[in-house]
Nanobody
């Protein structure tokens, strides 16, 4: 069964850092593009970052470029989101996502709260 489980969220002060992890199972992880989305209260879900199968090509949204980094460890079936220089506007639930077998799969999310 396809499963995505996020971890690493929490409370952090502005300017601080967090690293989110997404542990994947139930599919051949290294064959799939992985993405991170986030959703703040009352806002639309926003694409934050993406990474190709090998990890050699990445995408970062304009609001996080220069502050966040996406990476993956295919041996561990895990994708990461390193978040630096955090701002209050980064407060959101962060979701791991992939598309497999004709279906979108989402983790349950991990909450990141940046105090101000």
């Amino acid at each position: 069964q396809v499963q995505l489980v996020e971890s690493g969220g929490g409370l952090v002060q502005p300017g601080g850092s967090l690293r989110l992890s997404c542990a994947a199972s139930g599919f051949i992880f290294n064959n799939y593009y992985m993405t991170w989305y986030r959703q703040a209260p009352g806002a639309e879900r926003e694409l934050v970052a993406g990474i190709n199968t090998s990890g050699g090509s990445t995408y970062l949204g304009s609001s996080v470029k220069g502050r966040f980094t996406i990476s993956r460890d295919n041996a561990k079936n895990t994708v990461y989101l390193q978040m630096n220089s955090l701002k209050a506007e980064d407060t959101a639930v962060y979701f791991c996502h992939t598309y497999w077998g004709g279906t979108d799969y989402w983790g349950k999310g991990t909450l990141v709260t940046v105090s101000s």
